[in-house]
């Protein structure tokens, strides 16, 4: 059965669309190297009419479809399991821009552009696209929709789901739902992108999206703060967010051990600060007016504050400086070794409370935990990794423990365990446990009212 629905497949789109054998190898490992899955084959569709007859093949030979983007999923969210019955399909050449209407303030691209290209576009004709985070580059629009990625400038433009005002997806018996709409309003009914924004690909293949445009900002000012305690950052947040409203685009805080790993594996990244901060904030601010004016504005405010090694970049290049500091974090831990990793979001003002419970909870039962703490504190979201000695991927014998130790204080304060980077294979399990019977129950009705066969992204979110 399976030789003809290949045969059929190669029919449906020009030969070198679909990967056999080891040309498929990249497909089926993950990001972080957790998750090494096999494939029937990888189909590369080129437009949304070959993606809907790829899938509406799949749905008579009942194979089951998963959708991948950049492949930087951090909970192997892209990755087929290892049965090798499914077919992974690959957005890569669905790349183009459709359009960057200036007036309406949107742009419509295929689900196959990167999210720097969209940035680019945006940037071309004069307009923002505020999404950002380290994996830009690589990562597509499709699976940022997927995953309603967020990212360093969440706190003022929300994530994709607020950045999003239309959709095309093929939903899993090949059907084309066109909802491509460019609209800031529209009460008719359900708002079904909604579904598939998050869904991660367990409902449907998005294949196109209409995204907001903001006017592009023409003043920034950006500053690396030593703060001294998550107390005093969230307490920074509140002070700056009276004085100078939305104009706080990004505010991220940063630990100590975050700053050593930095110094460790990318000494030629410059820090300012003479002795290592036990916390910084690295903040930016952004407007339509003059840059001279917005750093002046921010120096004198941090200056009032009396925090002493408060550094405000005097031009693009030292803010980029402050910026490659951030972005190169997940990539100092990388080299470091194998951490266990949270993606957690709590209510802002409790986050000095859970920083110090967690860590005391932890090390009693760790003695050896080294905590490496980062994120976007504006957004309550922190990226919560514990290091052990063990460094190989022997920890991950710890990983159930320390899980059930950080989740549980997350629960406590009516947080989430996936702030930004979803479900997928990784948090499958703890999803049942974190979120209410009558939750899940809603969850699993959608999930076979439009996939009722079950061949959409199989093995992640929910079952
Ligand atoms: C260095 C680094 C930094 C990161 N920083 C952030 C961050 O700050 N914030 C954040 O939110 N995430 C972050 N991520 C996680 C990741 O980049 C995002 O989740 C990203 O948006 C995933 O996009 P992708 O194209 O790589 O999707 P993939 O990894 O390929 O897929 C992710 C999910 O989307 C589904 N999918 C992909 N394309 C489609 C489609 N067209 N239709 C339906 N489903 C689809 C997949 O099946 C999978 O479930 C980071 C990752 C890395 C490696």
Redesign the pocket.
């Known amino acids: 059965m399976h030789s003809e629905f290949l045969q059929q497949l190669q029919s449906l789109t020009e030969s070198h669309a679909i990967l056999f054998g080891d040309d498929t190898a990249k497909y089926c490992l993950d990001?972080r190297r957790r998750y090494c899955g096999s494939t029937l084959a990888v189909a590369r569709p080129n437009s949304v009419q070959q993606l809907s007859e790829i899938a509406q093949l799949c749905s008579r030979y009942r194979i089951a479809m998963?959708?991948?983007?950049?492949?930087?999923?951090?909970c192997g969210?892209?990755t087929p399991d290892e049965s090798g019955q499914s077919i992974v399909i690959s957005?890569e050449r669905m790349n183009r821009v459709i359009e960057v209407d200036a007036d309406n303030n949107t742009i419509t691209v295929e689900?196959g552009v990167t999210l720097q290209q969209v940035q680019q576009a945006a940037l071309a004709a004069q307009r923002l696209f505020p999404a950002n985070?380290?994996?830009a580059g690589?990562?597509?629009i499709?699976?940022?929709l997927?995953?309603n990625?967020?990212?360093?400038n969440v706190l003022r433009y929300g994530n994709m789901r607020e950045l999003t005002l239309g959709l095309e997806v093929v939903l899993a018996n090949g059907t084309i739902w066109d909802g491509l709409r460019g609209l800031r309003k529209d009460n008719t009914g359900y708002d079904l992108k909604q579904l598939f924004i998050g869904a991660?690909?367990t409902l449907g293949?998005?294949s196109s999206a209409v995204l907001r445009l903001y006017p592009l900002p023409t003043a920034h000012a950006t500053a690396l703060i030593d703060v001294g305690s998550p107390t005093a950052a969230v307490a920074l947040l509140r002070q700056l967010q009276a004085q100078v409203s939305d104009r706080i685009t990004s505010f991220e805080l940063i630990s100590r051990p975050c700053l050593a790993l930095l110094q460790k594996h990318f000494s030629n990244l410059a820090q300012p600060f003479a002795s290592l901060p036990e916390w910084c904030v690295l903040l930016e601010l952004s407007d339509g007016g003059d840059s001279e004016a917005l750093i002046e504005q921010l120096a004198k405010i941090l200056n009032d504050t009396g925090f002493e090694n408060a550094y405000v970049a005097q031009n693009q290049r030292q803010s980029a400086d402050f910026w490659r500091l951030r972005e190169h974090i997940?990539e100092a831990q990388r080299l470091e070794g194998v951490s266990i990793k949270h993606d957690i979001s709590i209510p802002v003002g409790d986050i000095p409370r859970f920083l110090i419970e967690c860590q005391t909870q932890l090390t009693e039962q760790f003695s050896d935990a080294k905590i490496v703490a980062f994120g976007h504190l504006g957004d309550g979201n922190l990226h919560y990794n514990l290091f052990l000695t063990e460094t190989s991927s022997l920890i991950y014998q710890h990983e159930a423990a320390i899980n059930a130790i950080v989740y549980q204080l997350v629960a406590q304060y009516n947080g989430s365990i996936s702030a930004?980077?979803?479900i997928?294979q990784l948090k499958k399990v703890s999803l049942t446990h974190y979120r209410s019977p009558c939750e899940l129950a809603l969850m699993a009705s959608i999930k076979n009212a439009l996939d009722p066969l079950g061949l959409m992204?199989p093995g992640?979110v929910l079952n």
């Open positions: 990001q998963v959708p991948q983007g950049g492949n930087t999923s951090l969210a892209a957005f689900a985070w380290a994996a690589s990562c597509q499709g699976g940022a997927a995953t990625a967020g990212g360093v991660e690909g293949l998005i997940p930004e980077h979803g997928g992204n992640k």
